[in-house]
């Protein structure tokens, strides 16, 4: 009786072991599962930035306020009716060090 015991289990042992470290068993689904929420994260934030960039070809494409907007701030440009005034304050000479 002790040899059959010992024979069923080593026979549900020796099922179990390809459920847990297979290659198709659960510590290899648990593992792909973490991989795969891992990629569906950094998808979302890649989402994001390339609706981002979209919206801004978008509005390179369609619209010359950017592209204005972009000259004026990066490039200081103007255009040809306008006058540019810049204002610099005095400065005020501090007290002299003994």
Do not use: C, S
Request: glycine share 8%; no cysteine; hydrophobic share 40%.
């Amino acid at each position: 009786m002790r040899i059959l015991g010992a024979i069923f289990v080593a026979l549900i042992v020796l099922i179990q072991y390809p459920l847990w470290l297979g290659k198709g068993g659960w510590l290899r689904a648990w593992e792909v599962e973490r991989q795969v929420d891992a990629q569906k994260a950094k998808n979302r934030q890649l989402e994001t930035r390339n609706a981002a960039l979209a919206a801004e070809v978008r509005d390179l494409k369609t619209g010359t306020e950017a592209i204005e907007e972009r000259a004026r701030h990066e490039l200081g440009m103007l255009r040809p009716d306008e006058i540019f005034y810049q204002y610099v304050p005095d400065k005020k000479p501090g007290p002299e060090p003994h």
